[in-house]
């Protein structure tokens, strides 16, 4: 990670019990430079939603709850705060699944995300025509009621949506999920460009690997509630661990990243 940017969040250590007595995490690291795409990568089940959550302040509503470590967000010490308080300071999660409001249009789902805001008519009108020219396609739907547009463009309308609360940081879970290729290339297109000229910070939880890495500087590989692996998304892509597991080129039987780490360290120990 690069040492002269400065991090716009910093997960140290973080441990997450659901209902006092279920372990999700454990010790869980991670860091995200501003401005920067950070993927957090690793197979359903894993810990990726869990840990968006403990960053977004999200656990509560599913009994959930940080036991120990430390969230530093902009320079602020996260703990008990609200997720619309953290709305309030910049970052906003866009869960799995497409949530929107299907009995609203397009515009309708989108203009929710300024509601805290406050802004006149002519400001709104503004900031609607800068959110589609990321997303041409919704501005074609606009009048469209969201429950009947496809499952892609649901996804676009919880970021679009998202974008509208003018973010710091966006934490974006599973935006892949169901999605044809083309629709996840046009997404993930998308995200890019609003990093790239938005100047947003995006942590983004995916099972797809290959494109999340792609799309992103830096990746971490998280499994069974900790983190196993982390680097340059250059490097992991690179990585013959990872190609093996995640990337689907196997060269034998398939192993989770656990096994694959102690067949490593056999290995070592029998050349020692």
Do not use: W
Request: net charge positive; with cysteine.
């Amino acid at each position: 990670m690069e040492k002269d940017c400065k991090n716009i969040l910093e997960v140290k250590n973080i441990e997450v019990v659901y209902d006092n007595v279920i372990l999700a995490l454990h010790n869980v690291s991670l860091k995200v430079p501003q401005g920067k795409i950070v993927a957090l990568l690793g197979a359903n089940g894993a810990g990726k939603s869990t840990t968006l959550k403990s960053i977004s302040t999200m656990l509560a509503s599913e009994r959930g709850k940080v036991t120990k470590g430390s969230i530093n967000y902009d320079d602020k010490v996260i703990n008990n705060q609200t997720p619309s308080e953290m709305v309030g300071f910049g970052m906003v999660q866009v869960l799995e699944g497409r949530r929107c409001f299907g009995h609203l249009t397009v515009e309708e789902n989108i203009i929710a995300g300024a509601y805290s805001r406050k802004l006149s008519r002519g400001d709104l009108n503004q900031e609607l025509e800068k959110i589609y020219s990321y997303f041409k396609r919704l501005k074609e739907r606009r009048k469209s009621q969201a429950g009947f547009t496809s499952g892609g463009e649901q996804q676009m309308v919880a970021v679009a949506r998202a974008m509208m609360t003018k973010p710091k940081m966006l934490l974006l879970d599973e935006p892949s999920m169901g999605l044809a290729p083309q629709l996840v290339a046009e997404i993930f297109n998308i995200v890019k460009m609003l990093n790239e000229k938005e100047g947003v910070s995006i942590l983004l939880a995916e099972q797809n690997t290959n494109i999340a890495l792609k799309n992103s500087d830096y990746g971490y590989i998280i499994e069974t509630g900790n983190v196993m692996l982390e680097g340059s998304a250059k490097s992991l892509l690179g990585n013959d661990k990872v190609k093996e597991l995640y990337l689907g080129i196997s060269k034998g039987k398939r192993l989770n990243f656990r096994d694959a780490v102690k067949d490593n360290e056999k290995k070592i120990n029998k050349a020692h």
